[in-house]
């Protein structure tokens, strides 16, 4: 098998010839890679839109930064710029938005990314076909912030105040909602029309200890419109507007924390696969009794403090301990946390020893 077919093996819940990896579920060349092959030779690869035009003075600005100073990645400050996002600034409920949804359509316009402006994902087909040719699966997340729907709106409307909304203002949600919605589908048809392997849809709705909002609140506001993002994209390969006939892509759910109440319903939409399944936060042995291979699980290795302070031995045990316990249908092994702080050694380590045992 080659990776791509390793990948989907895996993620429609069969048995590879090994247990496939990554290093996450979006583009993180690490240690200063300029090349997709310092990925450490791991079975995915990412595309993404284009970021928007007219940004030189903040890029410039972030060039000006001293040397010393970490400011994260540049694609996701760019978003944020794109977005006019800015956390040290709390939401205000002044009264165009106690008003309703007319008070803050106009923001909520200017905000929104054109992601339909062809120069911001004209090149997706061709990178897919160049990945496909080196037989990597590709995958692909629509332009968002931070989140498809419930972080996209709280980030614009300010955390405590949209908390408010969904219990104050629920038309008011309904409207911002479904403006998310529809450009999250929008971005999902362009991706399968280009023929990612896997939609990657990511929304942050619960903590280490449980959800943020109670199940029944996501079920009303969110599953129905994630199911239709999800519809989107398979309706756009199967109506055959990709180049080519090909599949219909699998879907990756990202959430942090523990949203294990929600797995049952992930899977009722057409969710494939979930990460990163941390283990300080939910029980994958638990999730594969329970589910057996779908969802399929996607991340499970390591803890932050393991993969930035832990030893390289320590991770090959964490790695051998996933596989033993979860077997390997259904599987693909990936860090259950960002690698910003990581040192090379682990993450070689974790890759090795994905291919010894897995």
């Known amino acids: 098998m080659n990776a791509r077919e390793r990948v989907l093996t895996a993620l429609r819940g069969g048995e590879p010839d090994r247990v496939p990896c990554a290093l996450g579920f979006f583009p993180q060349p690490l240690f200063g890679a300029a090349d997709a092959d310092e990925y450490f030779g791991t079975d995915v690869r990412f595309v993404d839109f284009a970021p928007p035009q007219g940004q030189d003075a903040f890029l410039d600005y972030l060039e000006s930064l001293p040397q010393g100073v970490h400011v994260g990645s540049t694609a996701q400050l760019r978003t944020y710029h794109e977005w006019d996002y800015h956390p040290e600034r709390p939401g205000s409920d002044d009264a165009a938005a106690a008003a309703g949804p007319r008070g803050i359509a106009d923001r909520i316009a200017r905000l929104l990314p054109r992601v339909t402006d062809r120069q911001r994902h004209a090149h997706l087909k061709a990178a897919v076909e160049r990945l496909h040719a080196r037989g990597l699966a590709v995958a692909g997340s629509p332009p968002h912030l931070g989140g498809e729907l419930f972080e996209g709106a709280w980030r614009m409307r300010g955390f405590e105040l949209f908390m408010k909304d969904l219990v104050k203002r629920p038309e008011l949600v309904d409207y911002l909602l479904d403006q998310l919605e529809m450009m999250a589908s929008e971005s999902a048809r362009i991706l399968a029309a280009a023929g990612v392997d896997v939609l990657v849809l990511d929304d942050d709705v619960a903590y280490k200890d449980g959800l943020l909002i109670s199940p029944a609140m996501w079920r009303r506001h969110f599953k129905p419109r994630m199911a239709r993002i999800i519809a989107a994209a398979r309706g756009a390969a199967a109506d055959g507007e990709a180049a080519a006939p090909q599949a219909a892509p699998a879907v990756l759910y990202h959430c942090d924390g523990d949203f294990s109440q929600l797995l049952g319903d992930l899977v009722e939409i057409g969710v494939d696969a979930v990460n990163p399944v941390a283990p300080d936060c939910m029980d994958a042995a638990a999730i594969r009794s329970t589910f057996g291979e779908r969802p399929a699980l996607w ?43 990581s040192p090379r050694e682990n993450v070689t380590a974790f890759v090795e020893a994905v291919r010894e045992f897995g």
Do not use: F, H, N
Request: charged letters at 25%.
């Open 299 to 341: 991340g499970t290795v390591g803890t932050a403090w393991s993969w930035d302070c832990g030893s390289p031995a320590q991770m090959r045990q964490e790695v051998r301990t996933r596989i033993e316990d979860l077997g390997k249908r259904g599987l693909l092994l990936c860090p259950a946390y960002d690698l910003d702080y």
